[in-house]
């Protein structure tokens, strides 16, 4: 754990909250003068946590209203599949959000976003056909009533 200071945990919140806010916003919610800020998150990114900024899209809105989170298990287990292989396969599909692989009977909890049921069933037919994945398991999200940014406290 990299330790921060409470100007760094305030600053980092601010941003978590709206990754648009400006310098001069910030200097003026935390109490420091804007170049100040500016080196804070320089330091930040350079020191690795802040990774990156980008957008919030309403997933709905673009058609893509139906979450699935895929459990993917693999043929012998983790030590007998080529886990690398599997992952990169898994990363060239553009609905899968995240992957995670997990400690249990799963190797893998995968989430994807797609517009209709056909579309998942096509995705987890695909992941099912890769080699060394012994089957999946599926589970829709009907709503997600928590959606948030990572807690700085």
Same mark, same amino acid.
Request: hydrophobic share 40%.
């Given at each position: &754990? ?12 601010? @941003? @978590?909250? $709206?990754? *648009? ?7 003026? *919610? ?5 170049? =100040?800020?500016? /080196?804070?998150? *320089?330091?930040?990114? /350079?020191?690795?946590i802040?990774?990156?900024y ?6 709905? *809105?673009?058609?893509? $209203? ?7 298990? @693999?043929?012998?287990g ?16 553009n ?6 692989i997990?400690?249990?009977e /799963? =190797? ?17 037919t695909?992941?099912?056909? &890769? /080699?060394?994945?012994?089957n ?5 999200? @009907? ?11």
């Amino acid at each position: &754990m990299i330790p921060l200071d409470e100007i760094d945990r305030t600053i980092l919140r601010i @941003l @978590l909250a $709206n990754g *648009k806010t400006s310098q001069a916003d910030i200097a003026e *919610k935390v109490g420091i003068k804007a170049p =100040s800020v500016f /080196e804070r998150i *320089k330091k930040l990114q /350079e020191r690795g946590i802040i990774t990156g900024y980008s957008a919030c899209v309403d997933a709905d *809105k673009l058609g893509k $209203n139906l979450t699935a989170f895929i459990s993917v298990t @693999l043929e012998g287990g983790a030590r007998y599949a080529d886990e690398s292989s599997i992952i990169e396969s898994i990363r060239a599909e553009n609905s899968i959000e995240e992957c995670h692989i997990v400690a249990g009977e /799963e =190797s893998f909890i995968i989430k994807a976003r797609v517009s209709t049921p056909l579309e998942l069933q096509e995705l987890t037919t695909r992941l099912r056909r &890769m /080699e060394g994945v012994a089957n999946t398991r599926t589970t829709v999200a @009907l709503t997600t009533p928590i959606d948030r940014p990572l807690s700085i406290d």
